[in-house]
């Protein structure tokens, strides 16, 4: 069967040209719930390249996520290129990328694939086309957002920028999109042998040569435990020693190095603000709440003192429910709304203050780039949702029901009563004044849009 999609981009051909040679262009292009490439740091439309992605969200054990591995054959006449299967799940695969100039100053993506089911599968052909359709329409917004805001920060020269964490949720989109903007990226890893680009550090031991970053611009510490496990006593005190070990051997080796970065842009959480605040509008300004990760994110963000004394610009990005189909709590809930049993976490009327995979890390980018931004800042959508009212959405989007409350004794099972308590039963209307008043844009400021992106619903 073959299938023939085309989008246009207002960005010249040579600037679209140039953002599919970075590393970074392929992770920016792959929904992070469809498939894991292989080298998420490596790029090129080259003939001979060979690129490979785990299919399947990256929660799911590599060893049942099949492996499709495809190889770029040839170019294409006017710009692009070919890529072909070498082996993965079609009988035959070829891939002609278009990337044409439209005559009009703009970009034509014209995509034309040929592709085998495997026998027996044929009766789903009307399927995949709609799935292939879906998935290319996502791919040209993402491009489309992607380019606008490396457009919006054009005029800052190319910086290195240093990232821990960067194998994670956010971290790994983070380091594709300043990638694939041009930025050099290092990642800080905790193995003793590193390969090109990376650093090596061990915030249990304490270890970060500070000759290893100093000749980078900016910091960004991603790092910590996971939150969204059962809350044991063990695995609090791992999530705070995860947190605040690793801030402070970084703020400190910041302090010591007079010509190394200027800036760190540090990872946080509106879990300061406490679980339940109905009711208010809480700003940066915002003193804090109570709870465990009340107490964690004050101490967190004073983690970072060090720097700061030592006058480096230091940005704490606050972070809401960051809503991916590759992690975090939309995740768990999509099953249930397949099944035509999904329905809202908490109380029908509290506030939940969310925000895409994508424009978080777009907001993390900004906070880089941005040399006027300093200190707390929120990083969520402009425009909060009821429990009742996220619910409906998601269940609009999928073309499910979502009628039926999860029970509270469910998210107990996973979390524990007190997890459950500060991270499922919240009421939290979060104000992202502050973030949109720096110049940051919201690629995704409705729910249903941002979902629908998400879920590549076309």
């Given at each position: 069967m073959r299938i023939e999609i085309e989008h246009r981009?207002?960005?010249?051909?040579?600037e679209v040209l140039a953002w599919h040679e970075r590393p970074g262009a392929l992770v920016r292009l792959t929904p992070p719930g469809l498939a894991t490439p292989d080298a998420p740091g490596e790029g090129g439309i080259r003939p001979g390249r060979v690129v490979g992605v785990r299919v399947g969200p990256p929660v799911l054990p590599m060893l049942i996520r099949p492996h499709w591995v495809l190889r770029h054959v040839e170019r294409v006449p006017g710009g692009g290129f070919v890529d072909q299967q070498v082996r993965g799940?079609?009988?035959?695969?070829r891939h002609e990328h278009g990337i044409l100039d439209d005559a009009r100053g703009g970009t034509l993506l014209r995509d034309v694939i040929d592709l085998e089911l495997p026998r027996h599968l044929d009766h789903l052909a009307p399927r995949v086309e709609r799935a292939v359709q879906a998935q290319f329409a996502f791919r040209a917004r993402q491009l489309r957002d992607d380019l606008a805001f490396h457009a919006r920060w054009a005029h800052v020269p190319r910086l290195t920028v240093v990232i821990t964490g960067s194998s994670g949720l956010i971290g790994t989109?983070?380091?594709?999109?300043?990638e694939s903007g041009g930025h050099t990226v290092r990642r800080m890893v905790r193995e003793d042998r590193v390969g090109?680009?990376?650093?090596?550090?061990?915030?249990?031991t304490g270890q970060l040569d500070p000759a290893d970053i100093e000749d980078a611009d900016v910091v960004v510490n991603l790092a910590g435990r996971s939150i969204a496990t059962r809350w044991t006593s063990a695995a609090r005190r791992d999530i705070r020693s995860s947190r605040i070990g690793g801030t402070t051997l970084i703020s400190r080796t910041l302090a010591q190095l007079e010509d190394g970065p200027t800036a760190l842009v540090q990872a946080s959480a509106i879990g300061?603000?406490?679980?339940?605040?109905?009711?208010?509008?809480?700003?940066?300004?915002?003193?804090?709440?109570?709870?465990?990760?009340a107490d964690l994110v004050r101490d967190w963000e004073g983690s970072t003192h060090a720097a700061r004394d030592a006058g480096k610009r230091v940005v704490a990005v606050r972070t809401?429910?960051?809503?991916?189909?590759?992690?975090?709590?939309?995740?768990?809930?999509?099953?249930?709304?397949?099944?035509?049993?999904?329905?809202r976490l908490t109380a029908k009327r509290a506030k939940l203050s969310w925000i895409t995979l994508d424009d978080i890390t777009r907001a993390f980018a900004h906070a880089v780039l941005s040399a006027d931004l300093e200190g707390p800042?929120?990083?969520?959508?402009?425009?909060?949702v009821t429990a009742g009212e996220f619910a409906r959405t998601l269940g609009g989007v999928m073309h499910r029901p979502s009628f039926?409350?999860?029970p509270e004794f469910g998210p107990r099972l996973l979390l524990g009563r007190a997890g459950a308590d500060e991270l499922v039963r919240t009421d939290q209307h979060v104000s992202d004044a502050h973030l949109a008043a720096s110049g940051f844009v919201s690629a995704h400021a409705e729910l249903g849009e941002g979902l629908a992106h998400l879920l590549v619903r076309g």
């Open positions: 981009l207002d960005a010249p051909q040579a799940p079609w009988r035959s695969w989109q983070l380091a594709a999109l300043l090109t680009g990376e650093v090596t550090w061990d915030p249990q300061l603000y406490g679980p339940r605040r109905p009711g208010e509008v809480l700003t940066e300004d915002d003193p804090g709440g109570d709870g465990f990760l809401g429910m960051v809503l991916s189909d590759a992690g975090g709590s939309l995740l768990p809930q999509l099953p249930l709304f397949f099944a035509g049993v999904g329905g800042v929120n990083g969520v959508a402009p425009h909060p039926v409350p999860v």
